[in-house]
């Protein structure tokens, strides 16, 4: 059974998540979402929540499977057997970021694999910063996320952003 990993902080998941996973979820027996911890961020969203969010937008992908993961993802890598990491790609320097990111995972294994997968032109401009701050000023994200998370993440990010 072939694995990729398809890790984020997904901070919230955008569209432009989903598409790349459902793509990538056409390319292996199985698609291990892993929701990262990532120290150098903070996070609006609990990895609870980011793991719920994913779940609920990809429920109709048989072949997903959503984790919270809080290590080193070479060490994902080796846990689930995994084949490749795959990513998304918005632009050039999301090549570069992506490329170097490669590089030192296979310093610390080198049978560490990268798919870079181009974004959906439409999805291209969608980030999660993005989409907190359209958010924010209670602005339409819905061509942004899932709708069945929309309400959730605009109340969320409103909420925070009353409180600040």
């Known amino acids: 059974m072939k694995t990729i990993i398809f890790p984020g902080s997904f901070d919230p998941f955008s569209l432009g998540h989903a598409d790349i996973a459902r793509r990538a979820a056409k390319l292996c027996d199985r698609l291990l979402v892993a929701v990262m911890l990532n120290r150098g961020k903070h996070p609006l969203f609990s990895i609870e929540e ?24 070479v060490d ?16 050039e320097s999301d090549f570069r970021n992506e490329a170097e990111m490669s590089a030192a995972n296979r310093l610390l294994l080198p049978a560490f694999d990268s798919i870079l997968l181009p974004c959906r032109i439409d999805l291209v401009y969608t980030s999660s910063s993005i989409i907190k701050e359209v958010a924010s000023y209670g602005g339409d994200i819905s061509a942004m996320v899932s709708p069945e998370i929309v309400d959730f993440v605009k109340t969320r990010i409103l909420e925070r952003t009353k409180r600040d």
């Open 50 to 73: 980011r793991v719920d969010m994913v779940r609920q937008c990809l429920k109709d992908v048989p072949n997903i499977e959503v984790i919270a993961y809080n290590r080193l993802l």
């Open 76 to 91: 994902l890598f080796l846990e689930s057997g995994a084949v490749a990491v795959v990513r998304g790609l918005r632009s």
